[in-house]
């Protein structure tokens, strides 16, 4: 009896279930687990295999692709009040998503640019308006309308 009281008052005294000379063990062990399992999470993605053990390609992005079909201008007004109005119909041979549709009209080394964003379907055409308030200085003016992935 009087050696399992010294048993129970050396457990007392170490503050803990386990002897000191255990205790180095069992936190180095939790502490390994611990390590292990963080580095496993942390994996790259080209690291990672599928079931048939070769490694797992990332998935591509599929994005709109947007093209510019038809562009037709027009003019109205005069002098002061001169407007440049571009309606251009772009469409989309790619997945669904937002393109940004991107005009300008230059005249006499001076170039205004607008932007707007829209939002396709796949295989959807829209006509897309855009109207530039310019000043008539006479001679030429050019157009270009370009549609992008933003």
Partial sequence: MQALQRRVIALDTNSGFLPASRKGLVFLGVS???????VSC??????????????????????????????????TGTQDDYYVILNSTVGNDGTTGTVLVIATVTQANNTIKKQAPVSLNKGEKRVVQFIFPIKWQGGEWTAKVTAEVP
């Fill in 42 to 75: 942390w994996r790259s993605p080209a690291s990672v295999t599928n079931s048939s053990g070769s490694p797992a390609s990332m998935e591509t992005v599929k994005k709109p692709s947007p093209r510019v079909v038809d562009i037709s201008a027009s003019t």
């Fill in 32 to 38: 390994l687990a611990l390590l292990l399992s963080t």
